[in-house]
């Protein structure tokens, strides 16, 4: 295998005709670097066009002219380099074979990205945009080359037997290929699906997080079992080695593995749904998204907390929406022992009425709950219908009306206070004494 390679590289060597090689060097230099300076003078004109143009086909356009400009322009010059060599009868046999490698370099970059538009699948592949373009790219120049079949000989030599499984270089690279593509189609169409869902109005939004999630782990599942078919392995060999990766990824993962479960039990009991008011211990806010690992709680200061879904499931949650969004809201006041409770409880009843979220059915009420150290203990308890707007604002209204109504009718709030009883004190002349002989004993 190695020897053909070999005689197919000697072989063409020898019909090149080494004074004319040179001057193919030379056009395909001044080709490239007239190309390099086309691609970043034109390439960032085209980029600076398209800031702040709110119109996506003229983006997409621009965007796709920036990303052949340099292959384009190195095909010019080197067809216009080929013309002045063929004038001059001297052989083109290098330039003959970079026209249709720059044409598919120019084809591979321009469908690599019109497809990464089109799917969408995320971020990652925006990044590897260039790495998938260049090997794609160099698997059709091996191609043009004639040398595509032995360098795929050469790569399935490396590799290894385990039992009836033969894993090579040349099967890694297929499994990879295989699993990437389909995962980004997978990809592409599990937010294809969850778009559809969305705008559906016939179903619940927990109905329609449960749909997206069982459908993108079914895609997932799916195209990972395809891209080993792809790629030739024996799914049935696997078992073993899959039984084995699978006890130790139950050990090793097994709080992701909970999360994952318990994000399901979430979304088909419909205990929290997104737009949910929830207490979790001392995080209050309301529920924004529903994720394989974890729910997004946004509090009113703006501060999302990203919650893990075996919390929800294994720890109290209160969510203050889950069958009706009324709240009751209780507002502890006291007063002095001197003041009048029935005066106090009706000021209490009247600065209900200070916020505009208090309900009036059910009506506020005003209780006189006990009897306490420093004075007596009321409560007002209202009730309001939108606690994801929060209840801070409820209870600073009610309160300064409180402190305003006692205000007006005389009414003191106590503070906390203590009465001191001294039995017994001593007298004038014994004190110093006393206290000398006390430093005394201390020395």
């Given at each position: 295998m190695l020897d053909d390679t070999l005689h197919s590289l000697h072989s063409w060597f020898g019909e090149l005709n080494y004074m004319a090689l040179g001057w193919e060097l030379v056009i395909l230099i001044m080709a490239a670097t007239a190309a390099l300076l086309v691609h970043r003078s034109l390439g960032r004109f085209l980029l600076d066009s398209t800031l702040g143009d709110p119109r996506q086909m003229r983006r997409l356009t621009l965007h796709s002219v920036q990303r052949i400009v340099f292959p384009l322009s190195m095909l010019l010059g080197v067809l216009a380099g080929r013309a002045v060599?063929?004038?001059?009868?001297?052989?083109?046999?290098?330039?003959?074979?970079?026209?249709?490698?720059?044409?598919?370099?120019?084809?591979?970059?321009?469908?690599?990205?019109?497809?990464?538009?089109g799917l969408r699948p995320g971020p990652a592949v925006k990044a590897w945009e260039h790495i998938i373009s260049t090997t794609i790219w160099i698997l059709v120049a091996l191609h043009l080359l004639g040398w595509l079949p032995e360098v795929l000989r050469a790569m399935d030599a490396f590799g290894y037997s385990f039992g009836n499984l033969r894993i090579s270089l040349l099967t890694s690279l297929q499994l990879a290929a295989a699993i990437g593509a389909l995962m980004v189609f997978a990809t592409w169409l599990s937010k294809l699906i969850e778009r559809g869902l969305t705008g559906s109005p016939h179903l619940t939004p927990g109905v329609k997080i449960g749909l997206a999630k069982t459908s993108k782990f079914a895609l997932y599942t799916l195209a990972a079992i395809i891209g080993l078919n792809t790629a030739g392995i024996d799914l049935g060999a696997l078992a073993v080695f899959g039984g084995a990766l699978g006890v130790g990824l139950g050990f090793g993962l097994q709080r992701i593995a909970s999360n994952f479960i318990s994000g399901f039990i979430l979304v088909f009991d419909r205990s929290i749904r997104p737009g949910d008011v929830i207490s979790v211990k001392d995080r209050f806010g309301w529920v924004q998204e529903l994720r394989a690992r974890y729910i997004v709680v946004r509090d009113r200061d703006g501060v999302e907390t990203l919650i893990p879904n075996e919390n929800l499931i294994t720890s109290e949650v209160i969510n203050w929406s889950y069958s009706d969004e009324q709240i009751r809201l209780k507002i502890p006041v006291q007063i002095?022992?001197?003041?009048?409770?029935?005066?106090?409880?009706?000021?209490?009843?009247?600065?209900?009425g200070a916020s505009t979220r208090v309900l009036i059915d059910p009506a506020p009420a005003a209780r006189l709950m006990g009897f306490g150290d420093n004075g007596i203990e009321m409560e007002l308890r209202v009730w309001i219908r939108d606690p994801q707007e929060g209840v801070a604002g409820v209870r600073s209204d009610v309160n300064l009306a409180i402190w305003k109504g006692f205000r007006d009718a005389g009414i003191t709030i106590p503070f906390p206070q203590r009465d001191l009883?001294?039995?017994?004190?001593?007298?004038?002349?014994?004190?110093?004494?006393?206290a000398a002989e006390s430093w005394g004993t201390a020395d």
């Open positions: 060599l063929n004038s001059q009868r001297i052989d083109v046999l290098v330039l003959n074979l970079a026209v249709p490698l720059l044409v598919s370099l120019g084809a591979i970059r321009l469908a690599v990205y019109v497809l990464r538009k002095s022992y001197g003041d009048d409770p029935e005066q106090a409880m009706q000021i209490l009843l009247n600065a209900a009883h001294l039995k017994e004190l001593p007298d004038s002349h014994e004190a110093p004494a006393a």
